[in-house]
């Protein structure tokens, strides 16, 4: 896997991008770890950032160095094959006003530099043999921070911690190409909102207050020598972005849509595009032929709330094609039109031959939070196929109520921002599936002192109803049916890998990466990395050796569950 303009010496498998490459498949061609092999795994090396929690990041090798984000978007970098550390960077943000946790998801590594997307909304360029700062771009712009304040929303909604801030930052790891740095934002589409201590849409309740408290998500592109911006694209659609006022999604599901009350509003909300969400949470998959990046979009704001943002709300919820050399909209797929369940279209694309009645054709696959696997023909997005369904859905696109509304799956999904693998040879897509229901409340704060009612919406994990993680293999060599799925321990995080070797990787929040078999999900071994497992596994290969990284660092979740944080990077081989 050759990466523009870092040569690969031949003894060396590096994991040079995001996804291993640009297709976002999360699968390697390495098999010296295999099922015969693989239980005899044992840490190689571990590598402590000095930063506990939120280590959600995917490291990249290239060259034989391995590069890693920790978090507080502070970078190191290690020899690959013995973890000794070459430099490390301390970041030093600019503002402490951030949206979510201080977590980051990955760096890339090109022509020399290695970018990283910050969280207090910068993108830096570090020399990847140094570590110094060679660029150094504010990127969110100034109009774009918090504006907004929670003072009087947290005196009205009792002892819940309200988070007033909608300042927009960067989780995900930029995608090179064409001498481009692609990155999106994330903070867009919530405002204020309430979450409580047990770490809100993760763990416990989550509050979305109705209003224009939002911002409009965007993926930007900048000069990878120099940081100039050289396009934005914005995810809210401003003239027009009411759409069709549709009633039922693409694949012909009923959403339950109050439309004449929507229209009926629609005048006096002309302008919610402004301020209407689309949160980008992970890395874009790119197809070089075609020219095309293909990137998921994150829910409208305000969040639970649409008589404020009338119509479908265009172009969140959707998975989008853009020009890679000019933003360019070529189509979109939008899966939830005016959504208000917290249904981001999460997880990173995934690009693969799917197979026809015509012959194959080259598609995009995503893994959604609704359950399925959706899969795209790349020019166009004609929908090819879906899979079957990976969880039992219940009153989907049932609106919130007063009295409450379970609805199945709850905001963190059927499968959120974790990536899924890929293995091609097979036809096999293997993600980490959540299964869970969720309670939406509709509530109200009474006028008072000059100011009006806030109705806002509270969300909770369902009373009564199971919640649990499986791993779950997906053929679509043969339509998107479930090939097996088997239950874990814990809930499931970080995304999974695939090999080579008949293996898949994945992790739990307790702390165990778990190998299975990828022919019948048979856990084949398992090793306990001391806190959640919070990123994505990769592998690599240096002088003949096959080595799997993984970041143990807990998260929100983890916290919320009862298990620890960490600050680990534990890389595992087989004995020499």
Known sequence: ??????????????????????????????????????????????????????????????????????????????????????????????????????????????????????????????????????WDIEAVRPEEGETETAVALAAGLGDKAVQGSSRLGFKMPPLVAEGLVIVGVTGAGYGLHVEDAKGGLDGGSVV?????????????????????????????????????????????????????????????????????GGSLWMTPAYDKDLGLIYLGTGNPAPQNFGLTRPGDNLYTMSLVALDVKTGALRWHFQQVPHETWGYDVASPPFLLDYPTDTGPVKAVAEASKL????????????????????????????????????????????????????????????????????????KTVPAANGRPEIRYTETGEAKGEPTFSTLTAVDLSKGGSVAWSTKAGSRLSGGTLATAGGIVFSG??????????????????????????????????????????VAAGGASFTKGSGFGTGDALVVFALPE
Not at 249 to 269: F, S, W, Y
Not at 512 to 531: E, M, P, S, V
Not at 533 to 546: A, F, L, N
């Open 1 to 134: 896997m050759a990466l523009v303009g870092l040569a690969l010496p031949a003894e060396a498998e590096d994991w040079p991008a995001f996804g291993g490459d640009h297709s976002n498949r999360h699968a390697s061609a390495l098999d010296a770890i295999n099922r015969e092999t693989v239980g005899r795994l044992k840490p190689a090396w571990i590598f402590q950032t000095g930063t506990t929690g939120y280590f959600q990041a995917e490291p990249v090798i290239v060259d034989g160095t391995l590069y890693v984000s920790a978090t507080g978007n502070h970078v190191a970098a290690l020899e690959a094959k013995s973890g000794k550390v070459l430099w490390t960077y301390t970041h030093k943000a600019r503002t402490e006003k951030i949206f979510g946790p201080p977590s980051n998801r990955g760096v890339a590594v090109s022509g020399g530099l290695v970018y990283e997307a910050t969280m207090d909304g910068r993108v830096i360029a570090l020399d990847a043999k140094t570590g110094k700062l060679v």
């Open 208 to 276: 979305g207050i109705e209003g224009g408290y939002g911002r409009r998500g965007w993926l930007a592109a900048y000069d990878a020598k120099t940081g100039a911006e050289v396009w934005r694209w914005y995810v809210t659609k401003e003239d027009g972005w009411e759409g069709g006022f549709v009633d039922k999604t693409a694949d012909g599901l009923p959403l339950h849509r109050d439309i004449p009350a929507e229209k009926a509003a629609a005048e006096t909300n002309r302008d919610a595009w402004k301020v209407g």
């Open 371 to 442: 359950g399925w696997i959706y899969v795209h023909d790349r020019k166009d997005g004609r929908l090819l196929g879906k899979s079957a369904p990976l969880i039992t859905q219940k009153n989907l696109f049932v609106p919130p109520s007063p009295e409450g509304t379970v609805v199945s799956p709850g905001p963190l999904g059927a499968v959120s921002w974790h990536p899924v693998s890929y293995d091609a040879k097979t036809g096999l897509a293997f993600a980490q599936v959540r299964h869970g229901a969720a309670t939406y409340t509709v």
């Open 508 to 549: 739990e929040e307790d702390g165990y990466l778990d190998a299975h078999d990828t022919a019948n999900g048979r856990l084949l071994w398992r090793f306990q990395c001391g806190a959640g497992i919070g990123g994505p596994p990769v592998t690599y290969s240096v002088d003949g050796r096959q080595y799997v990284a």
